[in-house]
């Protein structure tokens, strides 16, 4: 290989990198906030009155995008790689160029809730299928191995090439079992309760083949649940709490407390990970720990606390300039969903109750009291936000509005 033709491999490479990051910026600067349509009035307290429930049509996937999967752009990538151009930085610039494309394919969908949620179950499968296409099966593995140990190792513990290699397969195995349940889904074979309760099970072995490779103590801290690491995440989390040295342990041990009793729980329901007596015990659980945060560290803290850690809050903050929001407006969606999710929180537990005391439950009229609350919800945001952006907000995952639906027990 010239020097010549390295020097123009790189400058490539370069310009490339270059393009995408303008065009992306480029994107964002074009997508101007619209003004607020809609009074912000009330919508929490006194949400509005129910309306029919829309019916959802399955809509056709669509066609992938191919550029760099090519035999051409195959050769443009053996070339850049034979130029000495790392793996690393290949694997970014055929994921920029896979994200460009999705973002038009999304555009594409002008807001259509079903045809986004149709592409959306999509596109992990066709980001790998785009990456092993262009990277081929060695470049593909390598990028995508670093991947999935980053996610299944926090803690970044030592593994040798053998647990390396084990773990992968377990998470390539989880992965797939994943992409299986969606196209039970697409074909209508199972209910969305029973593909949550499946893959619940499956995650379930996926964690207890962990513990077997590992060890107790190793899987621990692969997950940052050690004590060490528990108390330096948590003094982290808590760093705008700025909690004095005698809270921060009070707050270490409930979490320890916490961490004991959720161990013990996945023992005791290993078998039967998504029943609902796990499921109340967790809120349980979690209810009892955020009571002793808010005794120790007071409810003005503790409320900012919990909205500091919320993803969709999180996210407001960080595009608030181009959403277009400030705090008000902020608060008041926060708060639109969370008083969301308690009454979805407070009304599936109110009917497990009622059948736990041996009363029949309409399941079916139940998930259809949930599905009609939260399309009146979506409508209220819809008027106080405008069509746009709260597309744009429910594109980035800000509005989750559809829970799973509850499944009546068999008789």
Known sequence: ????????????????????????????????????????????????????????????????????????????????????????????????????????????????????????????????????????????????????????????????????????????????????????????????????DAYDKAYSEFNQQMKTLLGDERYAKSQGMDAGTAAANLRQDLAKANPTDSQFQELVNAQQQWNQRRSDLDKQFQDDPASTAYAEQIKALDAARDQEYQRVLGTNVFDTLQKEQDAGYAKMKKYETVWGLDDDSIDYIYRAARYYEKAVEDYQSQARAMEAQGQAVDWTAVNKNLQQFGQQTQQALQSYLGQDRFNKMQRNGVFQFNPLPHRAPPQ
């Open 1 to 196: 290989m010239s020097r010549e033709f390295r020097h123009h491999a790189s400058l490539a490479l370069n310009v490339i990198l270059a393009v995408c990051v303008v065009v992306l910026a480029l994107r964002k600067s074009q997508r101007a906030p619209a003004t607020f349509e809609g009074s912000s009035a009330k919508m929490a307290n006194d949400p509005p009155t129910l309306k029919e429930t829309p019916v959802l049509t399955r809509q056709p996937r669509l066609p992938q995008y191919t550029n760099l999967a090519s035999a051409a752009g195959r050769q443009w990538i053996e070339q850049l790689r034979a130029a000495g151009v790392p793996n690393k930085i290949l694997a970014r610039v055929v994921l920029a160029d896979f994200d460009e494309q999705w973002d038009k394919r999304i555009e594409d969908c002008h807001g259509d809730a079903d045809k986004m949620a149709a592409l959306q179950r999509g596109k992990e499968r066709d980001e790998e299928f785009e990456m092993r296409a262009a990277l081929g099966e060695e470049g593909f593995k390598q990028w995508d191995q670093e991947n999935m140990l980053r996610e299944a190792n926090v803690g970044k513990i030592e593994l040798t090439a053998v647990e390396g290699d084990a773990i992968y397969d377990l998470k390539k195995k989880l992965q797939q079992r994943r992409w299986d349940l969606e196209q039970t889904r697409l074909k209508g074979e199972m209910d969305d309760a029973e593909i949550n």
